[in-house]
Structure formats: C-alpha cells, structure tokens
C-alpha cells in the first residue's frame, strides 16, 4: 500500500538453499561433505505465504510450460524452482566464464 499503484513481478530462484556457498573460492576444499550439507541448510520453504503475507499472487514455476500461465495481477511473486541437475549445470557454465575481460 505505500508504493504507487504498479505492475510488478519478484521472481525468486528456490533451489532448495545455499548453493551458492560452494561457489566460493575461498571455500574450496575446507569443508567435508557433512559440513558442506549443514552450510547449505537445505530446506523445502515455499514463498507462497511471504508472497500473500504483501497481498501478492504467488506461482512456483516447475517446468518451462509453466511459464505461460503466469498471474497477471497487479504483484506477483513467481517462484522457479529448478531440478537439481539445472543448478548443476548452471554453476558448471559460470565457472567457465571469462569475467576478467570488459
């Protein structure tokens, strides 16, 4: 209620919490694989209750064809929850790009 009226979209990527943690490079090789797991406090939260608790609709976004149907309300929370070979995939990709050239 304290923002002009507006059209807009929270797009959140749920990939089931703290991925991202491997990634670092300062991490690299200081953990075992038990304390990798309780670093990366893997969870099953939803944002669908975050995104009512603002008046918002709320989609979880599973597959590509979700993407056609989404609300088109005033504000949206859409979720997209990758499988975990996305996640995979997409830090494999990351990793091997160049970002020391502009």
Known sequence: PQLPAARRRIVVINNGGGKIFRQLPALAGSFTEAQWEAMENAHAVRFQ???????????????????????DSPGAVIEIVPAPAQTESFWRLWRALDFTTP
């Open 49 to 71: 209750g975050w995104a009512e608790m603002w008046g918002l609709t709320w989609q979880r976004i599973r597959t590509p064809a979700d993407l056609r149907n989404l609300p």
